[in-house]
T-cell receptor, first 118, second 112 residues
Framework: GAVVSQHPSRVICKSGTSVKIECRSL??????MFWYRQFPKKSLMLMAT?????????EQGVEKDKFLINHASLTLSTLTVTSAHPEDSSFYIC??????????????FGSGTRLTVV | AQSVTQLDSQVPVFEEAPVELRCNYS??????LFWYVQYPNQGLQLLLK??????LVKGINGFEAEFNKSQTSFHLRKPSVHISDTAEYFC??????????FGDGTTLTVKP
């Protein structure tokens, strides 16, 4: 079945530094990838949708300059949290779909990245 | 706009008992329905989905769900749960345009 690998699984960084999270589709080409943020005991909040070769579409309230998304190939999308602050600490999850909407198969999710900013 | 309401935030149940996790949704457009499971510090795993056709959908790990259009519900059921089913369960809807909306999750705790 479709596998999405997310790396790193955990990262601790100092306030003011940048952190890059990778999301790879291992056995399919992901034309669309999604980035979510999950707060403790809360649901997933869609941050942005990225389509290979084009700019990401950010959800309302998500800072584009703070959460940089790159989807340069059909198997890799990256999320860079720039100038991280403690309030950016969260669980970030990516998902991928071989179609532009994901409706046919549902999304395949990565295992998530626990970001802690100290 | 779409919204998803998972009616129970926590469901405790004894091992081998049946369980139902409830999900209601609202949407002004047609949507597709999904249930996901999340184990601690992990991503989400697809349990089952309803795209069209038979309203009773069977998924992995013995779970099934029934789509009820008139009641706009998509409740998840399992006739006999195991300790290993303890996890967070999310109901989600996705529009044709790919817009996804998740419920707040239901914590299923299976006790011995």
């Amino acid at each position: 079945g479709a596998v999405v690998s997310q790396h790193p699984s955990r990262v601790i960084c100092k306030s003011g530094t940048s952190v890059k999270i990778e999301c790879r589709s291992l056995d399919f080409q992901a034309t669309t990838m999604f980035w979510y943020r999950q707060f403790p005991k809360k649901s997933l909040m869609l941050m942005a949708t990225s389509n290979e070769g084009s700019k990401a579409t950010y959800e309302q309230g998500v800072e584009k300059d703070k959460f940089l998304i790159n989807h340069a190939s059909l198997t890799l999308s990256t999320l860079t949290v720039t100038s991280a602050h403690p309030e950016d600490s969260s669980f970030y999850i990516c998902s991928a779909s071989p179609t532009r909407t994901g409706r046919l198969g549902g999304y395949t999710f990565g295992s998530g990245t626990r970001l802690t900013v100290v | 706009a779409q919204s998803v309401t998972q009616l129970d935030s926590q469901v405790p149940v004894f091992e081998e008992a049946p369980v139902e996790l409830r999900c209601n949704y609202s949407s002004s457009v047609s949507v597709y329905l999904f249930w996901y499971v999340q184990y601690p510090n992990q991503g989400l795993q697809l349990l089952l989905k309803y795209l069209s056709g038979s309203t009773l959908v069977k998924g992995i790990n013995g779970f099934e769900a029934e789509f009820n259009k008139s009641q706009t519900s998509f409740h998840l059921r399992k006739p006999s749960v195991h300790i290993s089913d303890t996890a967070e369960y999310f109901c989600a809807v996705i529009t044709n345009a790919g817009k996804s909306t998740f419920g707040d999750g239901t914590t299923l705790t299976v006790k011995p």
